[in-house]
């Protein structure tokens, strides 16, 4: 907070972390994914940081808002990717790649979503309080999506867990089936904002 650090510098810095855990993952064996999964920690402690940094300093942008998302899309497309490679050069099933391949195709269909429906959308950096307090939908499906964001964020204790147990590539399948899941649900809500 008090260094001359910025808030992208913090993202980039989490992207490298990222993109190293997938890699690390490559290998498959239990060492490298437990390293693997301890890198993938420091990528989430530094995503949070850097929104924290940026509210702070007074450093929000729109620039900063898409470039957190961007790392958080190439990072998971690339240690889902990463991981069912892994897991297939370890079992030697092809089973595990392609649930890595669905895992981040639906990552990729959340994220191309994202970009479509924020290409209006105000940043939180350009509203006031009142429009920030209002702007909260409170239907199911919405309760729905905001919980899956909130698991979302503990996603990397989960992965740590499942490593420390030597399975993490079992993560794999309900990846692969939750990602459709959530961007089947941000198109059906943006759907349902689009046509009332």
């Given at each position: 907070m008090r260094t001359s650090i910025t808030p992208n510098q913090i993202t980039t810095l989490g992207m490298v972390f990222g993109l190293a855990a997938g890699l690390v993952c490559i290998k498959g064996d239990y060492f490298s994914m437990l390293i693997g999964?301890?890198?993938f920690l420091i990528?989430?402690?530094?995503?949070?940081?850097d929104g924290e940094i940026a509210r702070i300093k007074d450093m929000r942008s729109i620039l900063g808002m898409r470039y957190d998302t961007f790392v958080d899309w190439i990072v998971h497309a690339v240690f889902f990717i990463c991981l069912g490679w892994g897991a297939t050069s370890i079992t030697g099933q092809q089973f595990w790649l392609w649930a890595g391949m669905l895992a981040f195709f639906g990552g990729t269909m959340n994220y191309g979503l994202e970009l479509y429906q924020n290409r209006t959308k105000p940043h939180s950096s350009q509203l006031t309080t009142e429009e920030t307090s209002t702007q909260d939908d409170d239907t199911k499906m919405d309760r729905f999506v905001l919980n899956a964001r909130i698991i979302r964020s503990d996603f990397c204790f989960i992965v740590l867990a499942l490593s420390l147990g030597g399975g993490l590539w079992f993560l794999l399948p309900p990846a692969a089936i939750g990602a459709q899941a959530y961007w089947g649900l941000q198109f059906t809500r943006s759907a349902r904002r689009w046509h009332p």
């Open positions: 999964a301890c890198l990528c989430y402690v530094l995503d949070n940081c």
